[in-house]
């Protein structure tokens, strides 16, 4: 299967614990996005990259959220501090090409779960 | 930015009927519709989707519709069928805002 990949699909941690998350798009995808999203509600825009450059970031994102993509290929969102409301599925989604307006494929997302 | 909303939150059919499903944004620079089917504990799929320059679109079942200067787009389905349960999502685009809507969902029944 060549499609979005997401590790873990879960994650269990204590409130005040760092969690770290990574995304492998599908391998031509240049752009990669991340989204949070809670039950009954719909995926909510965190960040995105085109390539390696991360080119916008949400203002409802904290200083407590990081992502990066190095190499312009996986990426890795790491939540410093955890909090209650964190909890949430986080979801990675990649797209082909370098304009806006391409069909995002979504990968089976990494629920976390703050104790 | 980019106000999304759906209508209606839920919408039940019987099997054979109909399903329109309207998304409203607020954003004129949006150019590209997308709509996004999630099923039960699955990632969103992208099911159909259509450009700013084309007023509808239609693959078999599913169908787009486009009212750019209402700033609307409308997704319809035919014959539905029992797997056509899910919650849909609209996800329209323009430059870098990525809001989807808050979601539809939808259940057929036998």
């Known amino acids: 299967d060549t499609g979005v990949s997401q590790n873990p699909r879960h994650k269990i941690t204590k409130r005040g614990q760092n969690v770290t998350f990574r995304c492998d798009p599908i391998?031509?995808?240049?752009?990669l996005y991340w989204y949070r999203q809670t039950l009954g509600q719909g995926p909510e825009f965190l960040t995105y990259?085109?390539?390696?450059?991360?080119?916008?970031k949400s203002r409802l994102l904290s200083d407590r959220f990081s992502a990066e993509r190095p190499k312009g290929s996986f990426s890795t969102l790491e939540i410093q501090r955890t909090e209650q409301g964190d909890s949430a599925m986080y979801l990675c989604?990649?797209?082909?090409?370098?304009?806006?307006?391409?069909?995002?494929?979504f990968g089976d997302g990494t629920r976390l779960s703050i104790l | 930015g980019e106000n999304v909303e759906q209508h209606p939150s839920t919408l039940s059919v019987q099997e054979g009927d109909s399903a329109v499903i309207k998304c409203t944004y607020s954003?004129?620079?949006?150019?590209?519709f997308p709509w996004y089917k999630q099923e039960l504990g699955k990632r969103p799929q992208l099911i159909i989707d259509?450009?700013?320059?084309?007023g509808e679109k239609k693959d078999q079942r599913i169908a787009v519709t486009l009212n750019k200067t209402a700033k609307h787009f409308s997704l319809h389905i035919t014959e539905t069928q029992p797997e056509d349960s899910a919650v849909y999502f609209c996800?329209?685009?323009?430059?870098?805002?990525?809001?989807f809507g808050p979601g539809t969902r939808l259940s057929v029944l036998p």
């Open positions: 259509i450009r700013s320059n084309v």
């Open positions: 996800a329209p685009e323009g430059g870098q805002n990525f809001v």
């Open positions: 989604a990649s797209s082909l090409g370098s304009r806006a307006g391409q069909p995002q494929h």
């Open positions: 990259f085109q390539n390696e450059a991360q080119l916008e």
């Open positions: 954003d004129s620079a949006s150019n590209y």
């Open positions: 391998s031509e995808h240049n752009r």
